[in-house]
């Protein structure tokens, strides 16, 4: 293996472990709606939810640039330049994580002033990392960036991927930058933060898994540059104007004009299309073959990645993004249900069929199959499936009775919070939760297991 790819196998255990970690927050977050009073100021419920979430959006970033490491040789033909920088970048990287997250359990809060933003919580949703640690990241990304860009320089090579990843990391390191001005107006905050959350973890990274997914594709089906390249290209169009546009439909309640109304809610929807495209294409394609991979847990999490892409993002998205519907849905588990879904489809599959495109060559198997992964596969998405159905029931209970019966007030919100439809969904997504859990045991054991020696596909003779 090259040494980036040796790299690439720390990011994997390190993503591996802490989306162990989120799994955990995750059901203790379930918790808090079956049981309200549970840690009571010990370890509340806001500390529980942002260790759930921080955790999940750091692990896939680690599994994005494990991919990158893992593919930058191949595609290009050489080792990636400066490793000695991304190495030492990935244990600078560990230990902030683990800073960070001590200080989320042990001390938690500070005083309204800056000494808290810079080393105990930014407040910010979703970014609640200190100032010192979102520096951090930045750094990390422009060792990231300078790792790619160095390595495409030095092999005086560039091909239709790499040109879109170059172009990605651009926006990838800008957009985040919104994550460090203190904004008092809370309209403007609240629209630049928009801005960081929407374009950086949902486009910039669409694009980011846009490109791993082709070259997973190439790998895994042996599907032609020219199809991926081509659904590339689309992918990014779209996102620059669907994308863009569609960030107004986070717009509705911030006091902008009128008008983002109806064009947030329309291009929302069509971001996940060209990876579907992608995937389908390349299946279809891969007729002439009858299906035949080597590598089957990678090619069913790759069908499984387009598929929850396109609903979880899509179809759920758009279901609760249009303004008539978000006047009721906006703020409760309906979003919620969106989020786990889209959060799911768009990368968490994504991510795991490239760990297993690197079980392969690691394993030294000619082919890759079993039982278990099968079981992995089936748990993680049964429990995703349910828990998404679970909050979906929570959701329009609360839209139901909280907001078009109750007129949204406190006392219609704690009302609804008590419905019997609510509170079945948040039983179901508890009990969903630990089906996902056992999943994910299941993954983690087969991905440390040494696959069964089986001999390898023969090709298929061409039709006369």
């Known amino acids: 293996m090259y040494r980036s790819q040796k790299l690439s196998l720390r990011y994997y255990t390190a993503a591996v472990a802490l989306f162990g970690v989120m799994i955990v927050f995750g059901l203790l977050s379930a918790l808090y709606y079956l049981y309200p009073s549970l840690l009571f100021n010990v370890f509340n419920f806001n500390m529980s939810k942002i260790l759930h979430i921080d955790t999940l959006v750091i692990w896939l970033l680690m599994g994005f640039l494990g991919a990158v490491?893992?593919?930058?040789?191949?595609?290009?033909?050489?080792?990636?330049?400066?490793?000695?920088?991304?190495?030492?970048?990935?244990?600078?990287?560990?230990?902030?994580?683990?800073?960070?997250?001590?200080?989320?359990?042990f001390v938690q809060y500070g005083a309204a002033n800056e000494f808290s933003m810079w080393f105990i919580n930014q407040g910010r949703k979703y970014v609640e990392a200190p100032r010192w640690a979102a520096i951090g990241i930045v750094v990390v990304m422009l060792v990231f960036a300078y790792n790619v860009i160095a390595t495409c320089i030095k092999a005086r090579k560039m091909t239709g991927i790499m040109w879109v990843l170059v172009l990605d990391l651009i926006p990838l390191l800008a957009v985040y930058l919104d994550a460090f001005p203190a904004v008092t107006n809370m309209s403007v905050d609240l629209y630049w933060w928009w801005w960081l959350v929407h374009m950086w973890v949902e486009s910039t990274w669409e694009v980011l898994i846009g490109c791993v997914m082709a070259l997973v594709l190439m790998d895994v089906m042996g599907t032609s540059r020219r199809i991926v390249e081509t659904w590339l290209y689309i992918e990014v169009m779209l996102v620059l104007g669907a994308g863009?546009?569609?960030?107004?439909?986070?717009?509705?309640?911030?006091?902008?004009?009128?008008?983002?109304?109806?064009?947030?809610?329309?291009?929302?929807?069509?971001?996940?299309?060209?990876?579907?495209?992608?995937?389908?294409?390349?299946?279809?394609?891969?007729?002439?073959?009858?299906?035949?991979?080597?590598?089957?847990?990678?090619?069913?999490?790759?069908?499984?990645?387009?598929?929850?892409?396109?609903?979880?993002?899509?179809?759920?998205?758009?279901?609760?993004?249009?303004?008539?519907?978000?006047?009721?849905?906006?703020?409760?588990?309906?979003?919620?249900?969106?989020?786990?879904?889209?959060?799911?489809?768009?990368?968490?599959?994504?991510?795991?069929?490239?760990?297993?495109?690197?079980?392969?060559?690691?394993?030294?198997?000619?082919?890759?199959?079993?039982?278990?992964?099968?079981?992995?596969?089936?748990?993680?998405?049964?429990?995703?499936?349910?828990?998404?159905?679970?909050?979906?029931?929570?959701?329009?209970?609360?839209?139901?009775?909280?907001?078009?019966?109750?007129?949204?007030?406190?006392?219609?919100?704690?009302?609804?919070?008590?419905?019997?439809?609510?509170?079945?969904?948040?039983?179901?997504?508890?009990l969903f939760g630990v089906v996902f859990a056992a999943g994910y045991v299941v993954l983690v054991y087969d991905l440390l297991t040494s696959p069964r020696r089986v001999p390898a596909l023969q090709a298929q003779p061409e039709p006369a």
């Open 69 to 105: 490491y893992w593919y930058l040789p191949k595609e290009l033909g050489r080792e990636v330049e400066g490793m000695w920088l991304a190495e030492l970048m990935f244990w600078v990287f560990c230990a902030a994580v683990v800073v960070v997250a001590a200080v989320f359990v």
């Open 244 to 430: 863009i546009l569609g960030l107004g439909h986070h717009y509705f309640w911030i006091g902008t004009p009128q008008y983002w109304l109806s064009i947030g809610g329309f291009f929302s929807a069509l971001e996940p299309l060209p990876l579907l495209g992608m995937v389908v294409h390349a299946i279809y394609d891969a007729g002439t073959h009858r299906m035949k991979t080597n590598n089957q847990p990678a090619f069913w999490w790759i069908t499984a990645e387009a598929f929850g892409n396109f609903i979880g993002a899509g179809i759920w998205g758009f279901m609760m993004t249009l303004p008539q519907i978000n006047l009721f849905s906006h703020g409760t588990q309906w979003t919620v249900s969106h989020g786990h879904f889209a959060f799911y489809g768009a990368y968490v599959c994504g991510v795991i069929a490239v760990l297993y495109v690197a079980k392969q060559q690691v394993s030294g198997a000619d082919v890759l199959g079993g039982r278990a992964w099968k079981w992995g596969f089936g748990l993680l998405n049964f429990g995703m499936v349910g828990m998404v159905m679970g909050l979906l029931l929570a959701g329009m209970a609360q839209a139901f009775y909280g907001r078009a019966m109750g007129g949204s007030t406190l006392m219609a919100f704690t009302t609804a919070s008590e419905n019997p439809w609510f509170v079945s969904g948040m039983y179901a997504r508890m």
